[in-house]
């Protein structure tokens, strides 16, 4: 018999109409909407400030209508030759690679470390001296940050220019060198949300400015730069932060240290649960207890998390292959990419599995989940027919 409920995978939350409130009133009493308004000045100042405490150096915060377009306008304002050949790692969302070939790149896919997951500076380097690469776009993969300073002194040593995709890092990850640009998303799953939305933070002011100029279309509004104001001066895009997802953005930085310590709650009781039932069966990435968690994910054999998906769809509970297919598996038309082994990638990928992960989830939906994750491991598994496993991996 199925559960009498269903348990999601992800469950966003923002704040709500109370905690937007004054915020709201400030953009009725403004009436500023986009371009440039005060609450998202106020909101770059705030996060400026917060970053600081982090570095020791000055920290500019320009926001973006999106993560990858966060992204996408950092390349551009990096100044990199057209066509250039960016390291990206195999185990990434596809906005990683989608990014580079926006901006006129190549993406040259790599492997990862077998126990954080990431892409290295190690890494980076041979795979650069195999490929020629001359840049690096590393990735805060599940939120589990990537060391600014040593890829600043590979950046350094190598001449290789380096950017930090931290999508999902807010928190745990932060802009300790001054010369690594790093873009976080404000997405609604992601733990500071605004519904949507991004940043890009660095020490560079320059850079900051210049992606800042890229997201109102290129438009020239410095006085000082040689150029009339309202000329076009860059080819850039559309990508500004709106009034109204400042303002989100701002309420749920109110709320953020609450939430914050209830998702590293229910991620550590969650792990244990599992570890207490699976051990050894279960690896999990290493590095750094994270911030604000905000995805579940976990390895196993593979065939065990072939059964366990099986399991979860016939109880309805959602489970995902995060990031799969990996990055050199997806159609030649999407764009030229520069492909090399990725044995570490393909091994991890293989067994990895997200489970559900929420602030809605109860004990209840714990133990579920356990249990499943118990009976897939024994091959205690009780499907309906053979036809229903063949069904779900065709």
């Not at 909407?33 to 917060?50: C, I, K, M, V």
Request: aromatic share 6%.
């Amino acid at each position: 018999m199925k559960p009498s409920s269903s348990i999601p995978l992800l469950v966003p939350q923002l704040p709500d109409r109370q905690a937007l409130s004054p915020y709201l009133d400030e953009i009725d009493r403004n009436r500023h909407y986009s371009n440039f308004g005060p609450l998202n000045q106020a909101l770059e100042a705030r996060l400026a400030t917060l970053f600081a405490e982090h570095a020791s150096h000055a920290v500019q915060v320009t926001t973006t209508s999106s993560a990858t377009l966060g992204l996408e306008l950092t390349l551009q304002a990096m100044a990199l030759p057209v066509g250039s050949r960016i390291i990206v790692p195999a185990l990434t969302f596809v906005a990683t690679l989608t990014a580079i070939l926006r901006a006129g790149h190549v993406p040259v896919i790599a492997d990862i470390d077998p126990h954080n997951w990431l892409l290295t500076p190690e890494i980076a380097e041979a795979t650069a001296a195999q490929t020629g690469a001359n840049a690096v776009l590393a990735v805060a993969a599940f939120g589990q940050p990537q060391d600014t300073r040593r890829w600043s002194e590979f950046k350094r040593r190598t001449g290789i220019a380096v950017l930090i995709d931290a999508a999902g890092a807010f928190g745990s990850q932060w802009v300790e060198a001054a010369d690594i640009p790093v873009i976080y998303s404000l997405h609604a799953t992601k733990s500071l949300a605004a519904g949507e939305g991004g940043m890009v933070v660095s020490g560079d002011p320059a850079i900051n400015a210049t992606v800042r100029q890229l997201s109102n279309f290129g438009i020239n509004l410095d006085v000082d730069a040689g150029l009339p104001v309202g000329h076009l001066s860059l080819a850039g895009s559309n990508a500004k932060l709106s009034e109204y997802h400042a303002a989100v953005a701002h309420a749920s930085l109110d709320q953020w240290p609450a939430k914050a310590q209830a998702l590293q709650r229910l991620y550590r009781d969650y792990r244990q649960a599992l570890n207490n039932a699976c051990g050894t069966n279960l690896q999990w990435q290493a590095g750094k207890s994270l911030a604000a968690p905000t995805i579940f994910c976990v390895r196993m054999e593979a065939d065990a998390r072939n059964r366990l998906e099986a399991l979860c769809q016939q109880q309805q509970i959602a489970t995902r292959r995060w990031y799969q297919p990996l990055l050199h598996q997806h159609a030649e038309n999407v764009g030229p990419t520069i492909k090399t082994p990725v044995p570490v990638a393909e091994s991890i990928a293989a067994g990895l599995i997200g489970l559900p992960f929420s602030l809605c989830m109860t004990s209840s939906d714990i133990q579920r989940v356990t249990h499943a994750a118990t009976s897939a491991i024994t091959q205690d598994i009780n499907l309906t027919s053979s036809e229903t496993l063949e069904k779900h991996h065709g």
